[in-house]
């Protein structure tokens, strides 16, 4: 069974159980604070991804830690990771949780790369018009790269519109060639 598999089935099992105990929100918040705390604390990922600490001690770490901090279930599910030895994929799992928590909610991440800092006014037109295009509320990022010289490229998951000058230019001498291809050296068409 793939990773991808593996995470997704876990995530959606933190959902449904979360949903049918009437705790979605308290879960979402939990699943926020400790993505947020694994990435803001490299001490706490590398605790879990020790192949050489026990799971008991891993699991006792972990209630000491969150135990006043988090819903009830969103504990017992960390302790199942461990339980189950997936907590490696805690990261993946809790990633793939938003990712689906996101996809019910009609919510996309984008994240947009500019040359220059992003003035408000065209940070709020950028949302509308991907609003507008995608049919769902957005979530921006914004990414400064000098290297742009101009434009933008916006990214919504697999799919890349890139309006950045050095695409437009590399446009405009692609379609220079072809045309200066399709007539000859005197001018007539090929």
């Known amino acids: 069974m793939s990773q991808r598999t593996v995470t997704r089935r ?8 979360a949903d049918a ?8 918040d939990d699943v926020l604070m400790v993505r947020d705390s694994l990435d803001s604390n490299r001490e ?15 699991e006792t770490i972990l209630q000491e830690l969150l135990e006043e901090r988090v819903h009830e279930l ?18 993946e799992i809790l990633d793939q949780y938003q990712s689906l928590r996101d996809e019910q909610r009609g919510i996309v991440d984008a994240t947009v790369r500019v ?23 957005v979530r921006l990022s914004v990414e400064e790269d000098a290297d742009l010289i101009g434009g933008v490229v916006i990214r919504i998951g697999d799919r890349v519109f890139d309006g950045s000058v050095r695409n437009q230019l590399a446009n405009l001498r692609d379609r220079l060639r072809k045309s200066a291809l399709s007539t000859g050296a005197n001018g007539q068409p090929a």
Do not use: H, M, N, W
Not at 10 to 17: C, K, R
Not at 21 to 28: F, K, M
């Open 10 to 17: 876990y995530a959606t099992a933190l959902y449904e159980e």
């Open 21 to 28: 105990s009437g705790v979605l929100e308290s879960v979402d």
């Open 44 to 58: 706490l990922s590398l605790f879990l991804e020790s192949p050489v600490i026990p799971a008991e001690k891993k």
């Open 74 to 91: 969103t504990l017992r599910f960390l302790r199942l990771l461990v339980r189950k030895d997936r907590e490696t994929l805690t990261e």
């Open 115 to 137: 040359a220059r800092p992003l003035a408000d006014e065209d940070r709020e037109t950028i949302i509308e018009t991907l609003e507008a295009e995608t049919g769902k509320s």
